[in-house]
């Protein structure tokens, strides 16, 4: 090729001249090539920064999305916060009213045991001293039974001049007992019977206060079964909310590690433009050089002087 290039054009021999238009012929094609090149890169780099701008739209719109989703995240956990307050506030009532039955059933208990005992005393001792059917030599029995009538007779509040006007009636024998000491005894029987009709009473409207207290502690037991539920159902509204934001934000932040990727793309498809463009020029500058010396003809005679 130096050898050909190196003769004037119209000097070369048909070998010379073939071998010209053999490396005309792959100039010709190589610059093709590296034109291709040249395209192609340019066509990636169009390609990609409509692939960015596309990435650009999906990440606004799934910021967009991530936000709303995030807004009902909170807003399911402030729900939850709620339910999960009313719940507590629901288990503290159901504690209060469960105390307060506690409170209403002691109450009772003591009730009828002070009814049982009153009337266990009336019984034991006023019906024996009433009747006088302790024997003489059991007096220490019968002033112990006066006692414990005199003590019944306080309990069911009646006069302290009944109690004493008892104590003396008591202790004589019925058959001498006089006009007072009925009239007395009377009393002392009026007295009994009126302190069981009312703590009977009494016994029959805590009664029927403990059976409310029981409805209210059904009702308070009914209302903390529903604010469970419900916070059970609100806790996983809350998870299903926050799920759906935990995949809206992975969705966005792939999609922004997808822009900065492109970046690191866009970078590379600029090197290799640039490295086509260079390659191109050069080729171009290799073939000027080359066009030129193949059409080179020789340089006319100089007259000698």
Excluded: Y
């Amino acid at each position: 090729m130096p050898h050909a290039l190196g003769t004037a054009k119209s000097d070369r021999h048909v070998f010379q001249s073939r071998m010209v238009d053999a490396l005309a012929d792959l100039v010709c094609k190589t610059e093709a090539v590296r034109n291709e090149d040249v395209a192609q890169s340019e066509a990636s780099i169009s390609q990609h920064r409509a692939e960015q701008e596309t990435a650009c739209t999906r990440l606004e719109a799934a910021r967009e999305v991530e936000m709303k989703l995030e807004g009902e995240k909170q807003a399911a956990c402030v729900a939850q916060g709620e339910a999960e307050a009313s719940l507590k506030q629901a288990e503290d009532k159901l504690c209060q009213e469960k105390t307060t039955k506690h409170q209403l059933e002691q109450h009772s208990k003591t009730l009828a045991e002070a009814r049982a005992h009153f009337e266990a005393e009336i019984a034991e001792a006023w019906v024996p001293t009433r009747d006088g059917t302790f024997s003489p030599k059991d007096w220490r029995s019968r002033q112990r039974a006066i006692t414990r009538v005199v003590a019944c007779l306080n309990a069911a509040h009646a006069p302290e001049s009944l109690g004493v006007a008892a104590q003396g009636v008591l202790k004589e024998k019925p058959e001498v007992r006089g006009a007072f000491g009925l009239v007395a005894l009377e009393h002392c029987e009026k007295a009994f019977a009126h302190f069981l009709h009312s703590s009977q009473a009494e016994i029959d409207e805590q009664n029927r206060t403990d059976e409310n207290q029981a409805l209210a502690v059904a009702a308070a037991s009914q209302v903390v079964a529903d604010d469970r539920a419900k916070s059970e159902a609100q806790a996983d509204l809350q998870i299903a909310a926050e799920n759906r934001w935990c995949d809206a934000a992975s969705e966005s932040g792939d999609i922004a590690e997808e822009i900065n990727q492109a970046t690191v793309v866009a970078e590379k498809l600029a090197l290799k433009l640039q490295k086509a463009q260079g390659a191109l020029s050069e080729l171009q500058g290799l073939s000027a050089t080359f066009l030129a010396m193949r059409d080179a003809e020789p340089a006319s005679a100089t007259p000698v002087p």
